[in-house]
C-alpha cells in the first residue's frame, strides 16, 4: 500500500488543491509559453502555489507537469529535459509543503490520438513511464493521470505509471449531455471506465474538469454505483465558464462551491479539491466543509 491509499484507508475525507495554470498566470507566466519550464526557472514561485494551498488546508498537492510529457515538451523543444522538468516539479511541490503532506504528480494527455495512428502504445507507455519516474525520483507519493478524455490512452498512462510501483489516481473528463447523462468524447460513461482503469491498475478513480459540482455529484453517484469500494477523488471547475467583455470566468465562489461539498461526499467522493476557476479561496471553504464532516465521523 502507498502513501496515499494508507492515507485514504484511514476513513477520513481529503482534502486536494485546486488550479495551477491560471495561478501560474497571474505570477507572470505568458500564455503560449510552456509552464513547466518554471520548475527550473522559477522554483520558488512553482514551490510557492503548492505552499498556499497547504495552508488553505489541502492534504495533498499536485505538481507543475500536467503537460511535461515527450510530446508536449517537444513543441517547446525541450523534448530533452522530459525527465529534468518532471523532477523538479515534485521536487518543487514537495519543497512547498514540507514531508507531511501529500504530493501527487500530474500526468495529463499527449495530445496525440492513438486512433489516427499518431503514435503508437509503446510510445505513449515509454513517454508516460519517463514523465513518472521523474515525478517519482523528485518525491511525488502517488500519480495523478488526469483530464483524460480517451479511456486507451487512460489505460496506458495508468499502466505506465503503476510501472514506478506508487499509487495511481485516474480522473477522467466528462461532459453534461442534453439527456443528463455523461460521456467523454468517445460516448463512454463514468461507470464504463471503471472497470478497464482498475484492470490497469488505478488505485483512485475519478473526474475533472469539464462540470461544476452540481455534474460531479451525478458522475460520483454513477461511479459509487458501479463500485461500492473504489476510492474516487473529484476537483470540479468553479462552475460551467462563461464569456464575460470576452474573457472566460468561473462563477462560483468559494461558498457557492463549499455549499455542495457535503453533497459530493454523500454521493461517494473521497477526496475532494478543485479544477479550472478554483484558488486558494476556494479549497479553504471546501477544507472547512470536510472538517464538519470528518468530525461527524469520529462519532
Ligand atoms: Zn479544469
Known amino acids: 500500500m502507498g502513501s496515499l491509499t494508507k492515507r485514504i484507508s484511514e476513513g477520513k475525507i481529503l ?80 519543497h512547498g509543503v514540507g514531508p507531511e503532506k501529500l504530493v501527487l504528480g500530474s500526468v495529463g494527455p499527449t495530445g496525440k490520438f492513438l486512433m489516427m495512428g499518431e503514435v503508437s502504445e509503446n510510445e505513449l507507455f515509454e513517454a508516460f513511464a519517463l514523465q513518472c519516474q521523474g515525478l517519482k525520483d523528485g518525491g511525488a507519493d502517488a500519480i495523478i493521470v488526469e483530464t483524460m478524455t480517451d479511456l486507451e490512452e487512460a489505460v496506458i498512462a495508468v499502466r505506465a505509471a503503476k510501472s514506478t510501483g506508487l499509487d495511481v489516481v485516474c480522473s477522467m473528463t466528462f461532459d453534461a449531455l442534453p439527456d443528463g447523462t455523461f460521456r467523454n468524447e468517445k460516448g463512454i460513461a463514468p461507470a464504463e471506465m471503471v ?74 467522493a473521497n477526496i475532494v479539491g478543485g479544477c479550472c476557476g478554483t484558488s486558494p479561496e476556494h479549497i479553504k471553504a471546501i477544507a472547512r466543509m470536510v472538517k464538519v464532516k470528518n468530525s461527524m465521523l469520529d462519532y
Request: with cysteine.
Open 15 to 94: 482534502v486536494s488543491d485546486g488550479a495551477w495554470v491560471t495561478f501560474l498566470q497571474s505570477k507572470g507566466l505568458e500564455p503560449g509559453t510552456c509552464p513547466e519550464l518554471w520548475n527550473l526557472e522559477h522554483f520558488e514561485e512553482v514551490a510557492s502555489i503548492a505552499a498556499s494551498y497547504a495552508a488553505a488546508g489541502s492534504d495533498m498537492v499536485e505538481t507543475n507537469s500536467f503537460g511535461a510529457n515527450l510530446f508536449k515538451l517537444e513543441q517547446f523543444e525541450l523534448g530533452a529535459q522530459a525527465y529534468a522538468l518532471n523532477k523538479a516539479a515534485a521536487e518543487a511541490s514537495r
Open 195 to 268: 472497470e478497464p482503469l482498475m484492470a490497469a491498475g488505478a488505485d483512485v478513480l475519478g473526474s475533472n474538469c469539464g462540470n461544476g459540482t452540481t455534474g460531479m455529484i451525478k458522475i460520483t453517484a454513477e461511479i459509487r454505483a458501479t463500485h461500492t469500494t473504489v476510492p474516487i477523488l473529484i476537483h470540479a471547475n468553479a462552475g460551467l465558464p462563461i464569456c464575460k467583455d470576452g474573457i472566460t470566468v468561473f462563477p462560483e465562489s468559494p461558498a457557492d462551491m463549499s455549499a455542495l461539498t457535503l453533497q459530493l461526499i454523500e454521493a461517494g
